[in-house]
């Protein structure tokens, strides 16, 4: 065997078809493109969707119809059933109640073990829900048998009926994004609003009085009895100038007569 020898596997190549080289190669005269037409012509392609001037199916369907709701609400969605089986699987575990479960506490009772607690966060690291930017939804696809305590924004009719027969509570999300306390939970999940400190109560007002009038001063009993003897004196002496009146107009009349 030497270099020139080498050939390639039979059929791994095919020469290409020479076409237009006369009627004794096979493809002379139309080339294999049949006879006229637009398909004969040099740059005579047609679009895939082109249907021979008809009108397309992509106008002939109806457009712009239906309803969207701006308002809608996408939910991140779980079903009971796939939280059942986490449950069974061990991936998630309830807590206990003080005393070791099964046995006595001082009362004589004996310790259940707490519900187990369920939320976005948890389910997230389950791999139950893909993003945690989105309301959690609770379905109740499956069933379930294992009590539950469940914090999520929103609960399908069966999903509640379940959980609560089940033995457990099923928690929703206010909008101020405070839940009720749930058992497991890190205290900084926990959301408690502080009471604002209440305003001191304003003071009264005291009255305002007004200032007494001075009383009236006493004047001394000498200069009273000289007042009101000025005042007593024109009453007396005007009789008596009537008098002097009356003596001068007579003696007026007799010297005249």
Known sequence: MKLHDLRPAPGA???KTRVGRGISAGKGKTAGRGTKGQKARAGGTIPAWFEGGQT???QRLPKLRGFRNAFRIEYEVVNLGDIARLVELGVLESGELPG???KATATGKTAKAA?????QEILRAAGLVRTLDRPLKVLGGGELAT???VV?????ASARAKIEAAGGTANVIEATGTTTPAIGLAPAAIAIPVAEPEAPAPEPEAPVTQPEAPAPVAEPEPKAKARAAAKAKPAAEAPALEAEGQGQG???GQAGG
């Open 250 to 252: 007579g003696r007026e």
């Open 13 to 15: 190549h095919k020469a």
């Open 152 to 156: 999520a924004d929103a609960y399908s």
């Open 147 to 149: 009590a539950l305590f």
């Open 115 to 119: 519900p187990v607690t369920v939320n």
């Open 100 to 102: 070791a479960a099964g």
């Open 56 to 58: 397309p199916l992509h």
